[in-house]
């Protein structure tokens, strides 16, 4: 098992940059880590994923070119830097780990407590 909880949202402009951070305990390099998130009303979404090496990710078409997944397993962590945030990027954003590197939140087995992240306009 692992536990995970996540850290770095807040509050930020239209046009600016967050860094999440997901801490593991566990058997961390075990796992296909992602990022999922959940705006109010919307169903939750996969933002992008990494595999257990960190050599293999896979992003939303939304976070192309915006967000960057990694993942240093030595300290058991995982990041997400979001640049150039819109306010449609407002959600609470969750980690998960899993045991499949797979694209659908139904192969993640554990799941953070989430992070509020909020861009204004």
């Known amino acids: 098992q692992v536990q995970l909880v996540e850290s770095g949202g807040g509050l930020v402009q239209d046009g600016g940059s967050l860094r999440l951070s997901c801490s593991a305990s566990g058997r961390f390099s075990s796992y296909a880590m992602a990022w999922f998130r959940q705006a109010p009303g919307k169903e939750r979404e996969t933002v992008a994923i990494i595999n257990w090496s960190g050599d293999g990710t896979f992003y939303a078409d939304f976070a192309k070119g915006r967000f960057t997944i990694s993942r240093d397993n030595d300290k058991s962590l995982m990041n997400l830097q979001m640049n150039s945030l819109k306010p449609e990027d407002t959600a609470v954003y969750y980690c998960?780990?899993?045991?499949?590197?797979?694209?659908?939140?139904?192969?993640?087995?554990?799941w953070g407590q989430g992070t509020q992240v909020t861009v204004s306009s």
């Open positions: 998960a780990a899993g045991s499949t590197y797979s694209y659908g939140a139904s192969r993640y087995d554990f």
